[in-house]
């Protein structure tokens, strides 16, 4: 079964840190997504991509960039944390159109 | 950009009964996907069911169907003889024809009820 797995279930980081959310996925899919979930909110998307090296921006870009320099590793940095940027951080991955996403198990971060 | 509106923050359903759940989306795009995911207190996201918009007859998995109307860019679930393992946020979410980006709604928090 495909698996995607995140570097860190939870992870508390001070203001103006640099964080690295890593997600990492073993079944060869070209799309990968970063979410950020919170209450009232849902999922908004915030980078994705469809290509190593490639990158598109979501809804929520503000704050974030990423990198994909190997298919299966998609990472979310946050330059300059802050402590709007608490929440909950998710990755998934897919083959695109109607064959299902896969999700990692979610970052809880918090920014004190 | 495609958005996906839930308009239902919360719901409860008595135990074995029936319960539907509302999304509406808004796209240009005529060739699209649709997808229901759960998510329990476990985190992990679930794949409930999937519709093609090019497909008119509606999808249907076990206890949960939809109702997918294309001119009304409404896409509903029903969840027929509720069980207590059914209590999860459910989510609404949106594949482009272009097969790339996937966006979802806000969430409905369904409680199933003994």
């Known amino acids: 079964d495909v698996k995607v797995t995140q570097s860190s279930r939870y992870l508390v980081k001070r203001t103006g840190e640099k964080v690295f959310l890593e997600c990492v996925q073993d079944?060869?899919?070209?799309?990968m997504f970063w979410y950020r979930q919170d209450p009232g909110l849902g999922l908004r998307l915030i980078y994705f991509?469809?290509?190593?090296?490639?990158?598109e921006k979501g809804d929520i870009p503000e704050g974030y960039s990423v990198s994909r320099e190997k298919k299966e590793r998609f990472s979310l940095i946050l330059e300059s944390a802050s402590t709007n940027q608490t929440s909950m951080y998710l990755c998934?991955?897919?083959?695109?159109?109607?064959?299902?996403?896969?999700f990692g198990q979610g970052t809880r971060l918090t920014v004190v | 950009a495609q958005t996906v509106t839930q308009s239902q923050p919360e719901m409860s359903v008595q135990e074995a009964e029936t319960v539907t759940l509302s999304c509406t989306y808004d796209?240009?795009?005529?060739?699209?996907?649709l997808f229901w995911y759960k998510q329990p207190p476990s985190r992990q996201m679930i794949l409930v069911i999937r519709q093609e918009a090019y497909k008119q007859q509606n999808a249907t998995e076990n206890r949960f169907s939809v109702n997918f109307q294309k001119a009304a860019k409404s896409f509903s679930l029903k969840i027929s003889d509720s069980q207590l393992g059914d209590t999860a946020m459910y989510f609404c979410a949106f594949v482009g024809g272009n097969n790339n980006d996937m966006r979802f709604g806000a969430g409905t928090r369904l409680t199933v009820k003994p």
């Open positions: 998934a991955s897919s083959l695109g159109g109607l064959l299902k996403a896969f």
């Open positions: 991509s469809y290509d190593v090296k490639m990158k």
């Open positions: 079944m060869d899919h070209e799309n």
């Open positions: 796209t240009s795009e005529n060739n699209y996907y």
